[in-house]
């Protein structure tokens, strides 16, 4: 049974503990908010980039490009974006359980974050690269890891890249997601709506004729690396849209429980410390009754 000195010493502990996972709260939290704003806000630009090239898609004929080829042989090749730290919930084992999914033999890896690529060097799986991006992910890293993932597509033996990432949907809810990459087909957009709350829909093209100059062809061609660039970073920016909360709701609960921990202990405490005055009293009623 425990002393009354260890359960002080344990409440002391965890009232530490405590104000570490408060501070870590409180600054997820701030973080956030900012990432939430700008996950959200970037989403109407990607629908309306979308709703474009669904649009010259529709117009561009007989196109032809690299990335939008479909190749009927070759390995497959998988993005998986994480995070770089840990303490948030468990955002990234349900990530990495999804891309423990792929088959070993036929799939590649390239990794953006570090635990994405602690995984893929824990269970040695085909490594292609590995990338970092900045708390504040900007449009260079996207558009660093988009080249790549671009390169990767056109090389032989390589036909299609995914993309694995978490979306962020609301505070309180994230989801792994999977999500076609090259070739480039099938053009679909998310819709956000409160507490980011997602739809996915097919864009088509709308029923008004427009006129492209140069052609739709040239635009399209332009169009596309761009459009790739855009949705690498829009992922970016959901992921850490979903970090941040995940990691603000982690720590909320850790202090959560220590603070329950802390009153139970303190109970604890109490009631020894009531057990011990009791004995002692009993003691001194004890040994003056055998003396009167």
């Not at 405590?18 to 996950?39: D, G, L, N, Y």
């Not at 919930?89 to 088959?103: P, S």
């Amino acid at each position: 049974m425990p002393s009354t000195r260890d359960i002080r010493r344990r409440i002391k502990s965890v009232k530490n503990t405590a104000q570490i996972t408060k501070a870590m709260q409180m600054v997820a939290a701030s973080k956030m908010r900012r990432a939430q704003q700008t996950a959200l806000a970037g989403r109407p630009y990607a629908m309306l980039m979308n709703q474009m090239l669904a649009e010259v898609t529709a117009n561009a004929g007989d196109f032809h490009h690299p990335l939008i080829e479909k190749k009927e042989k070759g390995k497959h090749a998988l993005m998986v974006i994480s995070t770089d730290k840990g303490l948030c919930g468990a955002l990234n084992t349900n990530l990495l359980r999804e891309a423990a999914k792929a088959d070993v033999d036929s799939t590649i890896f390239m990794t953006v974050g570090r635990k994405a690529s602690q995984f893929v060097a824990r269970t040695k799986r085909e490594l292609s690269a590995e990338f970092t991006y900045k708390d504040v992910p900007d449009f260079a890293d996207a558009r660093a890891i988009s080249k790549y993932g671009q390169e990767l597509f056109l090389q032989e033996g390589i036909k299609q890249v995914d993309v694995l990432f978490t979306n962020f949907i609301s505070t309180l809810n994230q989801h792994p997601e999977l999500r076609p990459f090259l070739p480039v087909g099938e053009i679909t957009g998310i819709e956000a709506g409160i507490e980011g709350e997602k739809s996915e829909t097919k864009l088509e093209a709308s029923p008004l004729e427009f006129q492209f100059e140069p052609t739709a062809g040239d635009v399209l061609g332009n169009l596309l690396p761009h459009y790739l660039n855009y949705q690498i970073y829009q992922l970016l920016l959901e992921c850490k849209a979903s970090e941040h909360s995940a990691r603000m709701v982690a720590m909320k609960s850790a202090t959560d429980n220590a603070n329950q921990l802390i009153k139970d202990l303190t109970l604890e405490y109490n009631k020894l410390r009531q057990a011990s005055i009791t004995n002692e009293l009993l003691e001194i009623t004890s040994a003056s009754l055998s003396v009167g």
